[in-house]
Structure formats: C-alpha cells, structure tokens
C-alpha cells in the first residue's frame, strides 16, 4: 500500500484541513517556501509547514515567523531520505511530538460492539460542548468559533455514553480520501474500547460517503488501535517547536 500517492494524500489532506480551517479567520499565510496558520484563541491547527525539503536558506524566514506567531509547530514529513531534519535540531528546534500517518483502503464496514452514541455538530451549543470536552482528551482547545464557521465542510462528531458527552472526532475528506482526526476520549472513559468503536463508526462514515481510504497521523496512544484495524504506515511526521530562548 505504502505508494506516493497515498503518502501525498496524507499530507495533502492535513495540510488542505489546516487551510480550510484558517481561512475565515484570515489566519492562513503562505509564501514561496512555507505556509502556515495561526487561529487566535485556539490551539490548533497552529502549524507552519513545507511543500518541499528543508533547506538552510529558508531557516531565517521561517523562525522569524515562528518567534512572531507564538505557539507554532513545525511538521517535518520524513519522506525525503535526506535527514534534514537534522537542520532543525542544529537551528534552535527541539521536538515535541512524533506521529506516524496511516491509511486504510476501506472495503468492508465494521460490526459496532458498544452501546454509543454519535451527533453531528449543526448548532452552537452543540459547539460549546463538543470545544469544552476537547480539551480534556487533547489538552488544548479548538475553539468553538472554528466549528460554527465550518459546519458544511468538516464533519464534527459528539461521541455519548449514557448520554454523557466523552468523546470527539473530525473528518474532512479531499477527493476520494477521508482524514479522521481528533478522535478522543476523555481521561476517565479511556481503556473501556470507546476509542476504538469511535474509530469504527467514523470508517463506516467515511464509506458512507464514498471515500476509498481512510486517512491519520497516530499519536503513541492510539497506533495499536489503527494497526489493529489494518491501517497501515506510511511515513513518520516529526514536530518541531523553536526552543525557547
């Protein structure tokens, strides 16, 4: 599975929900070498990326806008073989996160175990709930303007236990592909298989809506579950942050 195009996909699909996401807000910049979007009173997407490999000559500019845009994060794809992240590390970035993308061909729909329930978000209550539980599975917040702007072309899913809100997630589908990000579980609702069942309903959306694979980046918690649901690697997503002076 592991082609250029699913790779390409993957960060086209992250990259083009950053844009999406940022352009209401005229939070989203680009220029020759990076782009990057920074939403005020939110923590995310919050990120400044490249089309291309990192070069030497772009590393003023690009940390010139970082230490102006407090906050950003830098995802290097490691897809060009050439270690050149090793140009951050020497230029003032440390690493905060790593992440691998994933992508699943979607060809069957999976059986639901758990008795959960799933509501859209359409409405700007419905939006405070779902930004005020956020943070709790994530530990930063996607405000609940970014979800009122963005109703039509993002899916955003309240996940309920007993009618008790625990959960979250996000599709945004590019072409024939679906990205699912943000699925979370509050603290206290984890290790009961809540997250996988979430992730079983969003690829059973995805299908729904005519999509052929699913796409993620897998943060350490979560890869099992994927793997377990036969997504597969496709490459690893390093993020940098400036170290702080």
Known sequence: MKNTN????????LTDFWKTVGTPFLSYHKNDTFEYCKIENSGWPNKLWLRKDIAKKDLPDMIKTMKSNLGLVLPYWDIFGTKSFEILEAYGFSLKTEQVAMALKLNKKFKLEHDLSFKKIDNEQDAKIWSDLYPNAFGYVISKEILIQHYTNVHFYLVSNEDQPIGTFMLFQTGNTIGIHGVGVIPEMRRKGFAEEIMKFALNLSIDLKAEYALLQA???????????????????????????
Do not use: C, H, P, W
């Open 219 to 245: 943060s350490a918690m979560g890869k099992d579950i994927y793997t377990r649901l036969g997504f597969e690697d496709l490459f690893v997503i390093k993020n940098y942050i400036l170290k702080a002076l």
């Open 6 to 13: 699913l790779i390409q996909d993957n960060i086209n699909n």
